[in-house]
């Protein structure tokens, strides 16, 4: 561009001097230099050229820059809306279905404990009671998780608040009723709080720890570091669950609707790591897992520096 600019201003004065001293035998001198210049109208031409044509291109250089951008906004919307709405077909899908499966299973539970109301059977009425508690509280939680999806930018604008990590955890815990089912111990803390919704905090835990009990029926447990980093607070969760296999998996790790369990005992929507990378990204977070079969896998969260 430096090179184009001086190449502009220095070509008429290198056309003037060779048309005056190279091509015409003219004097040394200023006035010798202007009579020429007077009695040759192309050299007008010649002054000005850089000034038109370099003005031209500036405004035509601007329009297509300014093009290119609207194009480059105009393919990612386009990209954006395609995305949403693969996820919003993904998203009713996944809704009529998982709540089709919970009510019908209600229904066919509430069908059961009328016949044996009749029989009198207690032992069975008890037994089909848990599991309709059970199907119930599983539909809740689908329903939970799908209501905070569609909530996600309530969760993103919402107000932040300095939150002690370790008493936020403790307290997720017994609100979940996870306090007797999961060991968490902190084997880190650089540091103890974290500014960032409450709301938004509990989501992410909440399904890294009940993910964590999922896959790992005997005796799960939850190793956090706390790391002070020049480029903010990072916040490594390491569990000791069944794993998975990044090699098949790597690229869907976080997208929706995901399973990478082959049991059919573990319940889910596969929605949960997708929500957790969603509301980090909106607080200019990241997130980044590794994980082996039969080894558990460790996710690490770095928020930026905001905070202090």
């Given at each position: 561009m430096i090179t184009g600019v001086a190449f502009g201003l220095l070509f008429p004065i290198i056309a003037i001097?060779?048309?005056?001293?190279?091509?015409?035998?003219?004097?040394?001198?200023?006035?010798?230099?202007?009579?020429?210049?007077?009695?040759?109208?192309?050299?007008?031409?010649?002054?000005?050229?850089?000034?038109?044509?370099?003005?031209?291109?500036?405004?035509?250089?601007?329009?297509?820059?300014?093009?290119?951008?609207?194009?480059?906004?105009?393919?990612?919307?386009?990209?954006?809306?395609?995305?949403?709405n693969e996820l919003l077909d993904t998203f009713n899908y996944h809704v009529s279905h998982d709540l089709k499966n919970v009510l019908n299973n209600q229904i066919v539970l509430s069908r059961m404990m009328s016949k044996y109301v009749a029989k009198n059977d207690h032992q069975k009425l008890t037994e089909i009671s848990d599991k309709l508690i059970d199907v119930s509280e599983k539909g809740l939680a689908t329903v939970m998780q799908f209501l905070v999806m569609s909530k996600e930018g309530y969760l993103i604008n919402a107000e932040t608040s300095e939150i002690n990590i370790q008493a936020e955890m403790a307290k997720?815990?017994?609100?979940?009723?996870?306090?007797?089912?999961?060991?968490?111990?902190?084997t880190r803390t650089d540091f103890y709080s974290i500014e960032l919704q409450r709301k938004v905090f509990e989501t992410i835990f909440v399904n890294l720890l009940t993910n964590t009990i999922k896959y790992n029926k005997s005796s799960p447990s939850v190793d956090i570091q706390l790391i002070k980093h020049v480029d903010g607070k990072q916040i490594l969760f390491k569990d000791n669950g069944i794993g998975i296999d990044l090699e098949k998996n790597n690229d869907k790790i976080f997208t929706p609707f995901q399973r990478f369990s082959e049991s059919s005992d573990v319940e889910g929507t596969g929605v949960g790591l997708f929500i957790i990378k969603k509301l980090i990204q909106a607080h200019s977070g990241t997130i980044s897992v590794k994980s082996k079969l039969g080894e558990g896998t460790e996710f690490t969260i770095l928020f930026p520096n905001t905070q202090n």
């Amino acid at each position: 561009m430096i090179t184009g600019v001086a190449f502009g201003l220095l070509f008429p004065i290198i056309a003037i001097v060779a048309d005056c001293f190279f091509f015409n035998d003219l004097e040394v001198t200023f006035a010798a230099i202007i009579k020429r210049i007077n009695n040759n109208p192309i050299h007008f031409i010649i002054l000005t050229a850089p000034i038109i044509l370099g003005g031209a291109f500036y405004y035509i250089g601007r329009y297509a820059v300014r093009q290119r951008k609207s194009n480059y906004e105009l393919v990612q919307a386009n990209m954006v809306m395609k995305e949403t709405n693969e996820l919003l077909d993904t998203f009713n899908y996944h809704v009529s279905h998982d709540l089709k499966n919970v009510l019908n299973n209600q229904i066919v539970l509430s069908r059961m404990m009328s016949k044996y109301v009749a029989k009198n059977d207690h032992q069975k009425l008890t037994e089909i009671s848990d599991k309709l508690i059970d199907v119930s509280e599983k539909g809740l939680a689908t329903v939970m998780q799908f209501l905070v999806m569609s909530k996600e930018g309530y969760l993103i604008n919402a107000e932040t608040s300095e939150i002690n990590i370790q008493a936020e955890m403790a307290k997720i815990l017994v609100e979940n009723g996870c306090e007797d089912r999961i060991k968490v111990k902190f084997t880190r803390t650089d540091f103890y709080s974290i500014e960032l919704q409450r709301k938004v905090f509990e989501t992410i835990f909440v399904n890294l720890l009940t993910n964590t009990i999922k896959y790992n029926k005997s005796s799960p447990s939850v190793d956090i570091q706390l790391i002070k980093h020049v480029d903010g607070k990072q916040i490594l969760f390491k569990d000791n669950g069944i794993g998975i296999d990044l090699e098949k998996n790597n690229d869907k790790i976080f997208t929706p609707f995901q399973r990478f369990s082959e049991s059919s005992d573990v319940e889910g929507t596969g929605v949960g790591l997708f929500i957790i990378k969603k509301l980090i990204q909106a607080h200019s977070g990241t997130i980044s897992v590794k994980s082996k079969l039969g080894e558990g896998t460790e996710f690490t969260i770095l928020f930026p520096n905001t905070q202090n």
